[in-house]
């Protein structure tokens, strides 16, 4: 009895989502290297994936901080 109580317990804090938040992180990531390395810059759309990335960085340092080790 008891150890299906701690069983229940210890299911995983992460969903389906996290995983979809890495990975739009990662291809923000992606897309923000390719724009830097452009001969031709566009500056609009080197700030605004700045500011995306940045965003997604620290949305995923909250929920893998607050959620998955909490």
Do not use: P, Y
Not at 22 to 37: N, P, Q, S
Not at 38 to 52: D, L, P, Q, Y
């Amino acid at each position: 009895m008891f150890l299906a109580e701690e069983a229940a317990q210890a299911t995983s804090n992460i969903n389906t989502f996290d995983w979809f938040m890495l990975a739009f992180t990662i291809l923000l990531l992606i897309g923000f290297v390719r724009l830097v390395k452009e001969r031709k810059k566009n500056i609009f759309a080197i700030g605004f994936t700045a500011v995306s990335l940045g965003l997604f960085l620290f949305i995923d340092f909250i929920m893998i901080t607050k959620v998955w080790l909490a």
